[in-house]
Antibody, heavy 121, light 109 residues
Framework: QITLKESGPALVKPTQTLTLTCTFSGFSLRTSGVGVGWIRQPPGKAPEWLALIYWSDDKLYSPSLKARLTITKDTSKNQVVLTMTNMDPLDTSTYYC?????????????WGPGTLVTVSS | ETVLTQLPDTLSLSPGERATLSCRASQSVSSSNLAWYQQRPGQAPRLLIHSGSTRAADIPDRFSGSGSGTDFTLTISRLEPEDFAVYYCQQSGLSSKFTFGPGTKVEMK
């Protein structure tokens, strides 16, 4: 059974750095072709992809947010960490992590339940 | 960046009816890189279709995807009560960047 779960602060202040952790089970980031990505969704809006890290440690970032994002993995702990600097109230969203499967790296087949992050002073 | 447009914004239908949702890309997308998701209120998106037309695991066969180039379609052959939700298309393009469409809400008439 594949599961993912996001963890991190529910509230951050403007200009602070957000650190989110995705802890997963049922698959391994040692498996060729597999990736874990982060996607956020502001209330009432469409999802927005942020970053993706592959088994190979290759990393992809949204061009519009690349300067603020860092994605890393700890394969032994089955965790992927996303940091986003200089948080702004417009970054208030539900943040999801999701698996990019080895059979099709162009989609996300399993998602965590999401964690709501509010940016406010 | 490839921009996805979804039409209509809202589709008002009754259970048992057929739903046809459109996703149009601003430039050609390989069907291998086109996916559809369903999102119910308070839940994460759920993968329905990948590679343009391949149903994900455990997805009922009333869901089907088709299309190529810049025009893609998600069809729900007979709406069940649990199908009333928001549907998003998503593509992976150059340098494997991912973009989502704005969504189509399927609501009960």
């Amino acid at each position: 059974q594949i599961t993912l779960k996001e963890s991190g602060p529910a509230l951050v202040k403007p200009t602070q750095t957000l650190t989110l952790t995705c802890t997963f089970s049922g698959f391994s980031l040692r498996t060729s072709g597999v990736g874990v990505g982060w996607i956020r969704q502001p209330p009432g809006k469409a999802p927005e992809w942020l970053a993706l890290i592959y088994w190979s440690d290759d990393k992809l970032y949204s061009p519009s947010l690349k300067a603020r994002l860092t994605i890393t993995k700890d394969t032994s702990k089955n965790q992927v960490v996303l940091t986003m600097t200089n948080m702004d109230p417009l970054d208030t969203s539900t943040y999801y992590c999701a698996r990019a499967p080895e059979y099709n790296y162009a989609c996300f087949d399993y998602w965590g339940p999401g964690t709501l992050v509010t940016v406010s002073s | 960046e490839t921009v996805l447009t979804q039409l209509p914004d809202t589709l008002s239908l009754s259970p048992g009816e057929r739903a046809t949702l459109s996703c149009r890309a601003s430039q050609s997308v390989s069907s291998s890189n086109l996916a559809w998701y369903q999102q119910r209120p308070g839940q994460a998106p759920r993968l329905l279709i990948h590679s343009g037309s391949t149903r994900a695991a455990d997805i009922p066969d009333r869901f089907s995807g088709s299309g190529s180039g810049t025009d893609f379609t998600l069809t729900i052959s007979r709406l069940e009560p649990e199908d009333f939700a928001v549907y998003y298309c998503q593509q992976s393009g150059l340098s494997s960047k991912f973009t989502f469409g704005p969504g189509t809400k399927v609501e009960m008439k």
